[in-house]
């Protein structure tokens, strides 16, 4: 049973370009989880989705950010106008039907906007 | 509103060392679930341990072992005799039934064990 991917794994961007980040859940998990690792910092919750729903974006950024989970496809997080601030380590999440056991998480990716 | 503190930035041990990294928090909810998880220095996460709120049994899972008490909101996690590959940054969450499951984490402990 394959864990959580992501891809890529390194993704470097200019200023005003888009990202999108790739996550496919492992399988049989029907819940997906963002967060984002700022350098030296912890990890912050960005948006839940079920598929083809967005059940709780509250740790989105407001602007340029947006979250995806079609019913057939893995998860997208679409970064749009990329500033410096954005560079960071990506996370997906993945958590079995009941969505309060564990979550696993992908090996993230590297965002590095230059 | 829901809060997790390491207040344990970074610890350095020897090896075979005992060590113990604290975790508190803070929830109004009465059912939530508590996390351990660890990043390596390759940076991935590594989930290491889920307890809910109503089960405060002590766990034992090799050389760690974890702690958990209501009565503090703390929620310790011990590594017994430490390794060097125990070397790593060690995260506490939480998850709420309210807050859609999502892990609210800790700051990290960075832990170096030393040969």
């Known amino acids: 049973n394959a864990g959580v991917m992501q891809n890529p794994r390194h993704l470097v961007r200019r200023r005003g370009q888009e990202a999108r980040l790739r996550c496919s859940p492992m399988k049989g998990h029907s819940h997906v989880y963002w967060y984002r690792q700022l350098p030296e910092e912890g990890l912050k919750f960005m948006v839940y989705l079920q598929k083809e729903n967005i059940i709780d974006e509250s740790g989105m950024p407001k602007e340029r950010f947006s979250a995806e989970f079609p019913k057939e496809g893995p998860s997208i997080l679409r970064i749009q106008q990329v500033v410096r601030g954005d560079s960071a380590a990506y996370f997906c999440?993945?958590?079995?039907?009941?969505?309060?056991?564990?979550?696993?998480f992908g090996p993230g990716t590297r965002l590095t906007v230059t | 509103a829901q809060k997790v503190t390491q207040a344990q930035t970074e610890i350095s041990v020897v090896e075979k060392e005992d060590v113990t990294l604290d975790c508190v928090y803070e929830t109004r909810d009465t059912t939530y679930y508590l996390f351990w998880y660890k990043q390596p220095p390759s940076g991935e996460l590594v989930f290491l341990i889920r307890?809910?709120?109503?089960?405060?049994q002590n766990e034992i899972s090799g050389r760690y072992s974890w702690n958990f008490q209501k009565s503090t909101s703390s929620f310790n996690f011990t590594i017994t005799a430490s390794q060097v590959v125990d070397s790593a940054v060690y995260f506490c969450?939480?998850?709420?039934?309210?807050?859609?499951?999502?892990?609210?984490f800790g700051s990290g402990t960075r832990l170096l064990v030393r040969p």
């Open positions: 307890r809910n709120s109503f089960d405060e």
């Open positions: 999440a993945s958590s079995p039907t009941d969505p309060s056991y564990e979550q696993y």
């Open positions: 969450a939480l998850s709420e039934v309210d807050s859609s499951y999502k892990l609210i």
